[in-house]
DNA sequence: ATGGTTGCTTAGCAA
């Protein structure tokens, strides 16, 4: 079983990548971040046509998250329900067979010291007390998207240049770092070992030619999916092609 | 290097 994380920047934009993609690597689960289209805009029938079930979180403009698969999906929850009045379209908890996929597209902060990076630490902790109200460690569970966080140093491929950036600070590691004491994995950088993979690359650095990247874009499992994981990678060519989102798809295959 | 590029929406914001 694959699933696939991919933040597109905006899927309207996206779709003569994303359609031949899908084609192509034929992912059990998708989940999107970053659609930028409110739902009654939403490509619906393009993403029928490629046999994928489809269900989203939309919003005008900004953020928005989707959960793709080729098996039944069901919507356990659209937004983290805490009673927080945010309208921001972050979260999509879904069911997909036996395993429980949550699509998720963190804040990305802005600047050390915003009100958008308040909005990033607070969003952080909701999502933790998401986990402890909601959620078990026993179960499986799999949380695929963009977490706007590098974990270490190993995930910047220059990490003086990004230090003490939003992607980087010792409070979102930490915060990082909590999500792992709950009992998520990090799946990904379990199956890499100490190799050097990136999923972001930013536009404004021209960044690509030198592999100025970081990976921001993970898989947290909890141990009884981690346990089945047999590889994992990123799609590093889709961002290389055409009119690329600054995001690859970062995958994890599933035994079973 | 406080620039650079892209997308949505139309000059400014967010990433």
């Known amino acids: 079983m694959r699933l696939v994380t991919w933040n597109v920047n905006s899927i309207r934009s996206r779709l003569d990548q994303l359609l031949p993609w899908l084609d ?7 989940c999107l971040q970053e659609l930028k289209v409110q739902e009654s805009e939403f490509p619906y029938a393009e993403i029928a046509m490629t046999g994928y079930q489809v269900q989203l979180v939309g919003q005008k403009t ?20 805490d009673g927080v009045d945010d309208p921001q379209a972050r979260w999509l908890d879904c069911r997909v067979g036996d395993v429980r996929v949550i699509s998720v597209y963190v804040p990305n902060g802005s600047e050390v010291g915003s009100d958008k990076y308040a909005y990033k630490l607070k969003w952080l902790q909701r999502m933790h007390a998401y986990l402890v109200r909601n959620c078990t460690p026993g179960e499986k569970l799999a949380i695929g998207g963009d977490y706007n966080i590098a974990p270490d140093d190993l995930d910047v491929r220059y990490p003086a240049a990004w230090r003490d950036t939003v992607l980087c600070t010792p409070a979102v590691r930490a915060a990082w770092r ?21 999923s972001w690359w930013d536009y404004r650095n021209v960044g690509l030619q030198r592999n100025d990247g970081l990976r921001i874009d993970h898989w947290l499992c909890t141990p009884p999916l981690a346990a089945q994981v047999t590889a994992a990678g990123v799609d590093k060519y889709v961002r290389e092609g055409e009119k690329p989102s600054d995001h690859a798809p970062v995958w994890i295959e599933i035994a079973n």
Do not use: C, I, K, M
């Open 24 to 30: 192509a690597t034929q992912p059990d689960v998708v």
């Open 62 to 81: 900004y953020n928005g998250v989707a959960v793709l698969a080729r098996q039944h999906l069901a919507v356990v929850a659209t937004s983290l329900g």
């Open 178 to 198: 909590q999500l792992g004491q709950w009992g998520l994995r990090d799946s990904v950088r379990d199956q890499l070992g100490e190799q050097r993979l990136f």
